[in-house]
Every structure is written in structure tokens, then in C-alpha cells.
């Protein structure tokens, strides 16, 4: 069975500081991951996926397939990051079913 | 129609009584799912539809839960015999497979909050 695990339930830096949130995910094929975000009063919405191998709002995310980790970063956190934020992954076949995990606080000072 | 859009958005409700949630997705969407959250949790996948075939439904559907989507449109979430710990927020997505513009992404909705008292 596929699991999906953000260890911080909570994590707050200052302004233009270095952030991660961390992902670990199990599962035993080939996983398609992403993170999803929620600012307040917002619907949950995509920020990114593993395979567009983008930067979206500064963020990027790795997959490390040895590690099963999806850690998001980004150099220089602002204010308007704050949000939920939640790791997510699709095991394989057509079914686009996510497995998400607890999902992480991330609050900025200005 | 720019997003997926629920009905009720609140539901405050007695222990025993029936609830019943819709979900109307983003046109051409063929997919379908039901995801619900509680309190410090993730997003817990339910159930879900390919136009009006349900496909599959998760282990925390229980029988006293069922979801409909007549007509491959919109979609009905019931909920009978309510109980306390089906306060959740219960969440739709849609989902187009294939080479449009916004394809290929699960676009949820803002939910249908329940609260059994």
C-alpha cells in the first residue's frame, strides 16, 4: 500500500529565508508525485508534479527515488507563501487516484 | 463554468438524519472524485467515476454512504443515518486525461463542509 508522509505538521521562518518541507512517500512502483497547496479561504490547487520538472511561485521539488523523498524548497520565502501544503502521490495505472499526506503549516514572518 | 463548484458549501445536521452533497465538475471532465478530510488530515480518497461508471470506492465508504453521477455530469454524495464522525469536509475533483490545456490535473473543489451534532 502506497503512504505518503510530511513529518512537520507545522514550520514557520522569517521572510527571504531558505525553506523545505519535507515529503517521503512508500510505495513499491513507480510513483508519479506532487504537492498541492492552500492558502486561507482557497480550494486546494496544484502547485507542482514531479514529472513537469518545473518552477512554479520559486518553488522546485526533486524526486530522489533512492531517499522516496519529494522535499519542496524554495531559496527565499515570502510572506505570501504561507499556506497548507500537501504532498501527494498517484500510483500507477489509469485511475489518477492521489494518496495525500497530513499536510504542513507553513507560515512566513515578515 | 470556470471550476468545479459544490452544493452545500456548510451543512449543520442532527445525528440520524440524511445528507445529500453535489458536485458539479468542469465541462468535457470525465472523471469524477470524492475525497474526504478531516480535521490535521490529508485529503482521503473515497470514490470515483468515469463519466457515470463508478469505478472504484474506497474501504471508508460505507453502506451507509453513495455516490451517483446519473448522467456523467454532476454527481450526488449521500450520506444516511449521519453520525458524528461523518463531520468532514467533503471534497470534489475533476480530472480530464489527455493533450488539452489544463489536462491531466486533478482540479478540486471548495468542499462541502458536514457537521453532525
Known amino acids: 500500500a502506497q503512504r505518503v508522509t510530511q513529518p512537520e505538521k507545522l514550520l514557520s521562518v522569517f521572510k527571504g529565508a531558505p525553506v523545505e518541507l519535507k515529503c517521503n512517500y512508500s510505495?513499491?512502483?513507480?510513483?508519479?508525485l506532487f504537492w498541492y497547496v492552500q492558502y486561507s479561504r482557497q480550494r486546494l490547487q496544484l502547485l507542482l508534479r514531479?514529472?513537469s520538472r518545473e518552477s512554479i511561485k520559486g518553488f522546485t521539488a526533486d524526486l530522489n527515488k533512492g531517499e522516496t523523498s519529494f522535499h519542496l524548497k524554495k531559496p527565499f520565502a515570502q510572506e505570501e507563501d504561507s499556506a497548507m501544503y500537501y504532498c501527494?502521490?498517484?500510483?500507477?495505472?489509469?485511475?489518477?487516484?492521489?494518496?495525500f499526506g497530513k499536510g504542513t503549516l507553513l507560515t512566513v514572518n515578515p | 463554468d470556470t471550476g468545479v463548484s459544490q452544493d452545500p458549501r456548510h451543512k449543520i445536521t442532527k445525528r440520524g438524519q440524511n445528507v445529500t452533497f453535489r458536485c458539479d465538475p468542469i465541462?468535457?471532465?470525465?472523471?469524477l472524485y470524492w475525497y474526504r478530510q478531516t480535521l490535521g488530515q490529508g485529503p482521503e480518497f473515497l470514490t470515483y467515476?468515469?463519466?457515470?461508471?463508478?469505478?472504484?470506492k474506497s474501504r471508508l465508504l460505507s453502506d451507509r454512504f453513495s455516490a451517483e453521477r446519473p448522467k456523467g455530469s454532476f454527481s450526488t454524495l449521500e450520506i444516511q443515518r449521519t453520525e458524528q464522525g461523518d463531520s468532514a469536509m467533503y471534497l470534489c475533483?475533476?480530472?480530464?486525461?489527455?493533450?488539452?490545456?489544463?489536462?491531466?490535473?486533478?482540479?478540486f473543489g471548495a468542499g462541502s463542509r458536514l457537521t453532525v451534532l
Open positions: 501527494a502521490l498517484r500510483s500507477g495505472g489509469s485511475n489518477y487516484k492521489l494518496t
Open positions: 510505495y513499491s512502483g513507480s510513483p508519479e
Open positions: 514531479h514529472i
Open positions: 465541462s468535457e471532465h470525465n472523471r
Open positions: 467515476f468515469q463519466n457515470e461508471a463508478q469505478l472504484e
Open positions: 475533483a475533476t480530472f480530464l486525461r489527455g493533450g488539452k490545456a489544463g489536462a491531466n490535473v486533478l482540479t
